[in-house]
């Protein structure tokens, strides 16, 4: 039985990756945070929960590293932890590039030292590509032009990733990967806010819905089909990099007036453009070419945009109308680890 270990196994990728891991028998380690609310609604909505192993640690800190190492002795690390939101990564520049960048090198720093078969996936991203983009798909061989402390940070990532692959032979691949959403994503990623408003005020629950860059162009795909790129990256014979995408790019305002189509209201009515929700900078368009991938990993994505939309509406209206009845939504279920499975390591 093959043994993966997963650093941010509480959010979107983390749940989505454990899920899929567990349906090709792997044993799944999953590194967590502990936070005052306990996080792990996803892998309870996923069904998952009591089949991780769960590790206690910070990523900031090496000695969690290296103690997740020694507890779960991995044969694939998934490394997808990190702030992952390019907005407060204005707020918190320092903190950023302590968690989504120089985290990377610890975890490099324990492979390269002890665990040098470990294969590593590291999480990269389109924000590297920043102000590149020129209305041609961008590939790998592009250059980048970051826009933000995150996509900084992570370029940070990306570069040391490549240097530790080349310079000590590790088996080390870097997805690139364009924006992903899913019924799962977290409440502040622009497709999740606007499709949680729109619930809300078709429920009567809300008047406006407040944004801010809606001529923003973005590459979404559906995150479950690109968790399934990342274990392919793994499974190759050799170490690469790789741009995940759908070769298709839309506006904001496009998701919006997808959204508020769903349920037949007109979106002109409710939009409200708040200067709060402006970045300092903001990457104006991105647009992702995945031949590379298509090729090499026989990966090619799957959900159109038009059924992104209407599959994280179809949720939401779910939601809320179980709210409307009473129900608890999914992350209010208190969920603390439980003695079951999770690991001490000390
Ligand atoms: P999420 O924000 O949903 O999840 C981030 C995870 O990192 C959470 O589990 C979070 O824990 C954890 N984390 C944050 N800080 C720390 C820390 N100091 N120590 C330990 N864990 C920490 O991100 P996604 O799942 O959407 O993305 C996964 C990765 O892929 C990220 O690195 C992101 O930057 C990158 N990426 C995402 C894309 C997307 O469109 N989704 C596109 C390209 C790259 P907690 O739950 O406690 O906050
Ligand atoms: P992004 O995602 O920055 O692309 O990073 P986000 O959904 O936050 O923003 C997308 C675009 O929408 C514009 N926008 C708003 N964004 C938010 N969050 N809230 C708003 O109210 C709003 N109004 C307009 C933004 O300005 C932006 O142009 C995501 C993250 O998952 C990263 O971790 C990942 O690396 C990249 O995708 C690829």
């Known amino acids: 039985m093959k043994k993966a270990l997963i650093t941010g196994i509480t959010g979107q990728d983390g749940a989505y990756l454990a899920k899929l891991l567990l349906e090709k028998n792997y044993k799944v380690y999953g590194l967590y945070r502990r936070i005052s609310t306990p996080n792990f ?5 996923l069904g998952i929960y009591d ?31 990190a702030q992952s939101f390019v907005e407060a ?5 320092l903190a950023t590039a302590e968690v989504t960048g120089l985290s990377t090198t610890r975890i490099l720093e324990a492979v390269k030292l002890y665990y040098r078969d470990t294969k590593v996936y ?28 995150y996509a900084a940070a992570k370029l940070y990532g990306y570069w040391i990733s ?23 994503r977290g409440l502040e990623f622009v497709t999740r806010k606007i499709v949680n408003e729109v619930a809300k005020i078709y ?54 007036k997808y959204a ?11 939009l409200e453009i708040d200067k709060k929700f402006l970045r ?41 109308d179980m709210y409307l009845k009473g129900e608890k939504f999914p992350w209010d279920v208190p969920n603390y680890p439980n003695e079951n499975n999770l690991l001490k390591t000390y």
């Open 51 to 81: 089949k991780i192993n769960l590790i206690s640690g910070d990523l900031s800190d090496l000695s969690s590293i290296l103690n997740a190492f020694k507890a779960s002795e991995p044969d694939e690390v998934y490394h997808l932890a």
């Open 203 to 256: 429920y009567g629950l809300e008047k406006k819905i407040k944004l801010g860059n809606i001529n923003a162009k973005r590459d979404w795909g559906y995150a479950p089909e690109y968790v399934d790129a990342m274990y392919r990256m793994l499974q190759a014979d050799k170490p690469d990099d790789y741009v995940i995408a759908t070769d298709e790019t839309h506006t904001v305002e496009e998701f919006l």
């Open 280 to 320: 300092p900078l903001d990457v104006p368009a991105l647009r992702g070419d995945y031949t590379k991938a298509k090729k090499e990993l026989q990966w090619e994505p799957k959900t159109k945009f038009p059924d992104l939309v209407r599959l994280m509406m179809g949720e939401e209206l779910k939601r809320w």
């Open 122 to 149: 590291f999480a990269g991203t389109s924000e590297m590509f920043g102000s590149a983009y020129n209305d041609k798909a961008l590939n790998e061989n592009d250059v980048f032009k970051p826009m933000s402390p």
């Open 162 to 184: 490549r240097i530790y692959r080349e310079g000590y032979g590790l088996f080390i691949s870097s997805g690139i990967l364009f924006n992903h959403e899913s019924e799962i």
């Open 260 to 270: 508020f189509d769903y349920v037949n209201m007109d979106y002109h009515k409710y």
């Open 89 to 93: 990564s204005f707020e918190s520049p």
């Open 41 to 45: 609604w996803r892998l309870q909505s």
